[in-house]
């Protein structure tokens, strides 16, 4: 590299798209400060993603992109003003690479990718384990080439997988009160059930399912509350018109920052392979997460407090987002199995990752 690393003192990262990918490049951010301890560290987000960090202290400074038409030209902009020394792109996207180069950054270190090397000063090529190791790794990575590239050696392969997500005690009490504002009951343990998924129907265990889950939670003495994007509303929809015990709704009426609030106050989250399943694993919530056609492999939630359940067919993980056959994959998961599970999370008894 053309820059001595101690003449490096504002780095831009341009975080992943998706909530749950964010949350696993926190091993990443950890490591990045962990090289560059005195630089100004900007976080690149999307509005969404960016809530993830307001209370974290690996970034200086928080930079929400902007989407849409004319959007690299506008964040090339913002870039080229801060006069950063270094980008480090965590998203795979060309436009990522283009905004570093009209911004006139000097290092652009990111994974060769969409047909951006040639924007890049430090070209990776994808990793050849990427579909057998946890995606957090996948960030490391990054962080290791350029530690590599810097000072001739790494350490990042050496160090301790770290997911910590902050949430302050201000965040945790305004949760409580929005809870306990939708129904909530005051001393009772919350369960939360995140039953959709944006991008993927196939990661869907059925709506009925989780109604009579949370039937089976309610009546074990639990208030019972539903999260997820307004794209979720319908299945959210589907699961409370089911239960005969109604949950609180909470889909389509939080921030991402109130959500991740909100699962850091629960006693258990069960969710789908999707964004909170990382939220739950990053601030300790016991988290249960029902896999189907997905690969745990590289998705699973990093925590000792996390689980996952899965029954797989020959035809998992297929990846597919919509499932072609009978949807096998999550039918084979019952109730009870879920049930079981999750009560032995929040009562901390020992429970297998993979089962």
């Given at each position: 590299m053309a820059k001595p690393a101690s003449e490096i003192k504002r780095i831009v990262v341009r975080t992943p798209t998706w909530v749950g990918d964010a949350i696993m490049s926190l091993p990443a951010l950890n490591e990045l400060r962990?090289?560059?301890?005195?630089?100004?560290?900007?976080?690149?987000?999307?509005?969404?993603?960016?809530?993830?960090?307001?209370?974290?202290?690996?970034?200086?400074?928080?930079?929400?992109?902007?989407?849409?038409?004319?959007?690299?030209?506008k964040n090339a902009r913002e870039w080229r003003q801060r006069r950063f020394d270094l980008a480090v792109l965590f998203q795979n996207a060309f436009a990522a690479a283009v905004t570093a180069w009209l911004a006139g950054v000097q290092l652009r270190v990111g994974y060769d990718t969409d047909r951006r090397g040639s924007l890049l000063t430090t070209a990776i090529p994808p990793p050849v384990?990427?579909?057998?190791?946890?995606?957090?790794?996948?960030?490391?990575?990054i962080v290791a080439e350029l530690e590599r590239a810097l000072l001739g050696t790494s350490s990042v392969a050496e160090t301790e997988t770290h997911f910590n997500l902050t949430v302050s005690d201000e965040r945790k009490e305004a949760a409580r009160r929005m809870i306990t504002q939708a129904g909530a009951r005051a001393g009772k343990p919350l369960a939360i059930l995140c039953p959709g998924s944006v991008n993927s129907r196939a990661k869907r265990w059925p709506a009925e399912r989780y109604a009579e889950l949370a039937d089976r939670l309610a009546e074990s003495g639990m208030d019972v509350a539903l999260i997820g994007s307004p794209a979720e509303m319908d299945v959210s929809t589907e699961v409370?018109?089911?239960?005969?015990?109604?949950?609180?709704?909470?889909?389509?009426?939080?921030?991402?920052?109130?959500?991740?609030?909100?699962?850091?106050?629960?006693?258990?989250?069960?969710?789908?392979?999707?964004?909170?399943?990382?939220?739950?694993?990053?601030?300790g919530t016991p988290t249960l997460v029902i896999f189907g056609p997905t690969n745990p492999l590289t998705t699973y939630p990093l925590s000792p407090a996390a689980a996952i359940i899965r029954h797989p067919p020959d035809c998992a993980p297929c990846m597919l987002r919509d499932c072609p056959i009978d949807h096998r994959c999550m039918t084979a998961i019952a109730v009870q199995e879920v049930f079981d599970r999750a009560v032995a999370l929040t009562t901390g008894r020992t429970v297998q990752i993979f089962g």
């Open positions: 962990r090289i560059f301890p005195m630089a100004q560290i900007t976080l690149a987000c999307y509005p969404g993603t960016a809530d993830i960090f307001i209370d974290s202290d690996l970034a200086n400074e928080i930079l929400v992109a902007e989407r849409g038409t004319f959007s690299v030209l384990w990427k579909d057998q190791r946890h995606e957090s790794f996948y960030y490391l990575n409370s018109s089911r239960s005969r015990h109604q949950p609180i709704v909470l889909t389509g009426k939080t921030t991402v920052s109130e959500a991740i609030a909100i699962i850091s106050i629960a006693d258990v989250l069960i969710t789908n392979d999707t964004g909170p399943a990382h939220i739950g694993a990053a601030v």
